[in-house]
């Protein structure tokens, strides 16, 4: 089993920053892609960022040259470090990771954590 366990939320001014943290636990092969995804009230989840195992990255148009996903591969975790906030920026942000089993690649949920800008 695999578990994931976020950090870093929380409730900031807008223009001020947050770091979200995903440590990843449990028995596994290897990690693959991790990502944060986010989901506001009456909004459907979105993709945020992702980093590839090679550590080849993607984000949203929206938090593009504000928001940085990094991963420590021997920690286990994945970060989302989110600067100059907005508050539409306001959402619940879940970490996602594809892990490989020695049969198949599966795919894990954290349980979420609440960041909230206030104008």
């Known amino acids: 089993q695999v578990q994931l366990v976020e950090s870093g939320g929380g409730l900031v001014q807008a223009g001020g920053s947050l770091r979200l943290s995903c440590v990843v636990s449990?028995?596994?092969?290897?990690?693959?892609?991790m990502a944060w995804y986010r989901q506001a009230p009456g909004k459907e989840r979105e993709l945020v960022a992702g980093?590839?195992?090679?550590?080849?990255?993607n984000y949203a148009d929206s938090v593009k040259d504000r928001f940085t996903i990094l991963r420590d591969n021997a920690k286990k975790t994945v970060y989302l470090q989110m600067n100059s906030l907005k508050p539409e920026d306001t959402a619940v942000y879940y970490c996602?990771?594809?892990?490989?089993?020695?049969?198949?690649?599966?795919?894990?949920w954290g349980q979420g954590t609440q960041v909230t800008v206030s104008s």
């Open positions: 449990g028995t596994y092969f290897s990690i693959r892609d």
């Open positions: 980093i590839s195992f090679g550590g080849i990255t």
């Open positions: 996602n990771i594809d892990v490989k089993q020695p049969l198949r690649t599966m795919n894990y």
